[in-house]
């Protein structure tokens, strides 16, 4: 069974950090494509930060400077850590691992709320 389990989230005022984590099982992690995801109420999924297995890194330009995807493969978690923060950055972020189309996995999420 699959699971991705995202921690990290919380309240943070404005120009503050903050680290989310994405723990992984259940998939060889290694080979697998992973990202982070945000929603906010009202609006569409959309895609914040993605890591390939080879270490690509892939960001939306909204947070670009802001936060950074890294990966640890001998644990089977991804990370993002979010600096800076805004209040438009306030959202539940969802943990996603990807191999393709088909092999399509998604965390609970974690609620991201940045006061200003």
């Known amino acids: 069974q699959v699971q991705l389990v995202e921690s990290g989230g919380g309240l943070v005022r404005t120009g503050g950090s903050l680290r989310l984590s994405c723990a992984a099982s259940?998939?060889?992690?290694?080979?697998?494509?992973m990202g982070w995801y945000r929603q906010s109420p009202g609006k569409q999924r959309e895609l914040v930060a993605i890591i390939t297995s080879g270490g690509t890194t892939n960001y939306a330009d909204s947070v670009k400077g802001r936060f950074t995807i890294s990966r640890d493969n001998t644990k089977n978690t991804v990370y993002l850590q979010m600096d800076s923060l805004r209040p438009e950055d306030t959202a539940v972020y969802y943990c996603k691992a990807n191999i393709g189309v088909r092999n399509v996995y998604w965390g609970q999420g974690t609620q991201v709320t940045v006061s200003s």
């Open positions: 259940g998939i060889i992690f290694k080979i697998y494509t």
